[in-house]
């Protein structure tokens, strides 16, 4: 009966084992209180704001450059928020499918505002709202750098580096 037990349980075990390969992505809803909040708990760190969609070929192809650079430098102070702008009934769900087909692990942000205009205010007066666009601050929360297109990991590098 023990021997029974203790097979199950390493049988158990193994199943678990397999099915932890990578955790699942956090998919978290953000607004533009949201938005302020997570710039001033990053303050002391390089943040990289990426607004991006799933239906947005450019920003699905600069998604690796992106994941690759915050491997590369987040022992050095980079912290990289993924927000995404879809907006249809099956957002989330889309989102984090794309999510976990990338494995991505670290948070991620769904935008749900009721006003767009405000939030795309909250992040830049001068934004349009168009995607991909990635926003670079430095320690100091100060934007530094703004990038309304799709970008290579040595783009990236050459306005990170520095700040870092």
């Known amino acids: 009966m023990r021997a029974a037990a203790l097979i199950l349980a390493v049988m158990l075990?193994?199943?678990?084992?397999r099915g932890q390969t990578s955790p699942a992505p956090v998919l978290y809803s953000i607004d533009e209180k949201g938005l302020a909040e997570l710039k001033a708990k990053s303050k002391g760190k390089v943040l990289i704001l990426n607004f991006w969609a799933t239906?947005?070929?450019?920003?699905v192809e600069?998604?690796?450059?992106?994941?690759?650079?915050?491997?590369?430098?987040?022992?050095?102070?980079?912290?990289l928020a993924f927000i995404s702008i879809d907006d249809d009934m099956r957002a989330r769900q889309k989102v984090t499918s794309f999510l976990n087909?990338?494995?991505?692990?670290?948070?991620s942000y769904l935008k749900e505002s009721s006003d767009d205009e405000r939030f795309i205010n909250s992040v830049d007066s001068s934004w349009s709202g168009a995607v991909p666009a990635t926003f670079i601050y430095d320690r100091n929360g100060r934007l530094v750098k703004k990038r309304i297109e799709e970008s290579t990991f040595e783009e990236l590098e050459k306005s990170v580096k520095p700040l870092l």
């Not at 239906?55 to 920003?59: A, G, L, V």
């Open 13 to 17: 075990a193994l199943v678990q084992a």
């Open 55 to 59: 239906w947005c070929k450019p920003c």
């Open 62 to 79: 600069e998604f690796p450059e992106l994941v690759r650079l915050q491997s590369a430098y987040a022992a050095r102070g980079l912290q």
């Open 101 to 107: 087909k990338t494995k991505i692990s670290f948070p």
